[in-house]
C-alpha cells in the first residue's frame, strides 16, 4: 500500500511539473540526441509528451516508454534553454524512477548498483582486483594517451578506447585525513568522486597539491561512496539513498569551511539532487544534505573566488603550449560555473587559451547514456573532436573526469596527439 501511495504521489509531482510545458520546441535547437537523430521522440518536447498520462502508458507499453526515456543523455541543455523553466531534468528522473520501480531493475543494474555500488568497501575491493588482472583482458589502444582496448570485451563495450583503472588509487595514499585549519584559516573537505579515485588518481593528487600549496586544512574522510547519480539516473532510487545516508554521516560531521570536488557531476549532484532526496530521509536528513551543499564549489570554482590563480607572470623556458577548454555540462548548464576554469587557463604560465567553438556543447558521454546508446555517443563525441582539432589546441582541458574520458575516446581513436587534462592538474603543475 506505502509502493502504491508513493507511486501515486510521485505522478502527481510529474504532472505539476508538466503544466508549464509550452510545447514550444527550443530543445530542438539545443539537444545534442534530436541533432544527432532528428527523431521528435528523442527531444525533451516529445519526451515530455510521452510523460503526460504516463500511468496508462506505463500499463500500455512500459518497456517502450522507458527506453524513450533513457536515451537522453540528462545533460541539462534544454532545460538550461527552456523560457518556460520547465525542471526538465527533474521530470525525467522521476518518470524513470516510477517505470523502474514498476518494471523493476535489469538483472545487470540491480547486481551494479544493489550489489556493489551501495557497498563502498567492497566496490572498491573488486576494482581494485580488477585494475591487478585487466591486462589480461586488454591491449594498448594509443601510447600518447595511454588508453585501451578489447577485442575480447568488444560484444560488450564495442571498439571503445578506454583508460584504465589505475594501479594505485588514490585512497591508497590519502584516506582519512584530517589536518585541521591551514595556514590560509580554512579547513576543506575534498569529495574526489569514484572516477578520480580509482582511474585518475593524478586527478586527486593535483587538488591535494593545490590546496597544501594555499595553505588549506584537508578534511578526506575515509571510505566515501559514490555521490549516487548512476542509480537515480537509471531509476534506482532506493540505491541513490542508501548511498546518500552513507555519505552523510561523514561530511556532516566534519567541521569544514567548503567541500571541494573536481567532478562537475559530483558537484551537481550534491548540490542540487542530495537536499531534494535527503527529504525522502528525514527532516534532520534534509537539513544535514542542505548544509553540505551550501558549502559545496566545483575545485576551479572555490580557487578563483578565493586566490588569486593568475600566474601568467612566472618565467617560461621554451615555446608556449595552446590549451582550449571544454565545459562540462553539469559544471556550465546545472551549477552556472565557466567563468572560473578560463581564468584559470588564461592565467597559466607556458600556455596561449584558444577558446573553442560550441566549447557548451556536450561531449555526448552521458554515464550509462555512453554504455547503452556508444553509436550515438560517438557520433556526438566525434563533433567534439572536430572542435577540438579546429583550435590547434595542444591541450584540451575540463573539469569533469567522464568528460575527459568520452574526449580521450574520441582523440584516441583518431590517433590525434592532443592530451587531455583536467584543469586541476595544469594549475598543479604550473606551481
Not at 510529474?14 to 509550452?22: P, S
Not at 554521516?249 to 550534491?270: E, H, M, R, W
Request: aromatic share 6%; with cysteine; glycine share 8%.
Amino acid at each position: 500500500m506505502n509502493d502504491i501511495s508513493n507511486l501515486r504521489a510521485t505522478l502527481s509531482e510529474l504532472d505539476d511539473l508538466l503544466v508549464n510545458c509550452m510545447r514550444c520546441g527550443m530543445c530542438q535547437s539545443v539537444c545534442p540526441v534530436f541533432q544527432d537523430s532528428m527523431l521528435e521522440g528523442d527531444v525533451a518536447r516529445g519526451k515530455l509528451a510521452l510523460i503526460d498520462g504516463l500511468a496508462k502508458r506505463m500499463i500500455d507499453s512500459p518497456v517502450a516508454v522507458k527506453e524513450r526515456l533513457d536515451k537522453c543523455l540528462l545533460c541539462g541543455s534544454c532545460e538550461a534553454n527552456c523560457p518556460s523553466g520547465v525542471k526538465i531534468t527533474d521530470i525525467f528522473i522521476k518518470a524513470r524512477t516510477v517505470l523502474t520501480a514498476y518494471i523493476g531493475l535489469s538483472p545487470v543494474k540491480k547486481a551494479i548498483f544493489r550489489g556493489t555500488l551501495i557497498h563502498p568497501r567492497f566496490f572498491t575491493g573488486l576494482l581494485s582486483m580488477g585494475a591487478k588482472f585487466q591486462w589480461m583482458a586488454t591491449s594498448k589502444a594509443d601510447p600518447f594517451l595511454g588508453t585501451s582496448c578489447s577485442k575480447i570485451m568488444s560484444p560488450l563495450i564495442g571498439n571503445r578506447h578506454f583508460l584504465p583503472l589505475a594501479k594505485r588509487p588514490l585512497h591508497k595514499d590519502y584516506s582519512g585525513v584530517d589536518t585541521g585549519k591551514g595556514t590560509a584559516g580554512m579547513r576543506v573537505a575534498f569529495y574526489p568522486g569514484c572516477v578520480v579515485d580509482k582511474m585518475l588518481p593524478q586527478v586527486g593528487h593535483a587538488v591535494i597539491k593545490v590546496l597544501e600549496h594555499h595553505g588549506c586544512g584537508i578534511y578526506l574522510p575515509k571510505n566515501q561512496g559514490c555521490c549516487g547519480i548512476p542509480a537515480l539516473a537509471s531509476g534506482d532510487e532506493a540505491s541513490f539513498l542508501k548511498l546518500l545516508k552513507h555519505n552523510l554521516k561523514p561530511f556532516s560531521q566534519g567541521n569544514y569551511d567548503v567541500l571541494v570536488t573536481p567532478c562537475a557531476t559530483c558537484t551537481s549532484t550534491i548540490k542540487k539532487l542530495w537536499p531534494k532526496m535527503a527529504a525522502k530521509i528525514s527532516p534532520e536528513a534534509e537539513k544535514k544534505a542542505q548544509r553540505i551543499a551550501d558549502r559545496t564549489m566545483d575545485i576551479s570554482e572555490f580557487l578563483v573566488k578565493t586566490f588569486d590563480v593568475d600566474l601568467s607572470a612566472h618565467a617560461v623556458v621554451g615555446e608556449k603550449k595552446t590549451v582550449t577548454w571544454h565545459d562540462p555540462c553539469h559544471l556550465k548548464k546545472s551549477i552556472g560555473v565557466s567563468a572560473e576554469p578560463r581564468t584559470i587557463l588564461k592565467g597559466l604560465p607556458g600556455y596561449e587559451y584558444a577558446e573553442m567553438n560550441e566549447a557548451d556543447t556536450c561531449c555526448g558521454n552521458g554515464g550509462s547514456f555512453n554504455l547503452l546508446h556508444y553509436d550515438t555517443s560517438s557520433r556526438i563525441g566525434a563533433k567534439k573532436r572536430e572542435n577540438i582539432l579546429a583550435t590547434g589546441a595542444d591541450v584540451v582541458a575540463t573539469g569533469c573526469p567522464a568528460c575527459m574520458m568520452q574526449m580521450t575516446d574520441m582523440l584516441s581513436q583518431g590517433h590525434d596527439p592532443v592530451a587531455v587534462k583536467h584543469i586541476i592538474e595544469l594549475y598543479a603543475d604550473a606551481l
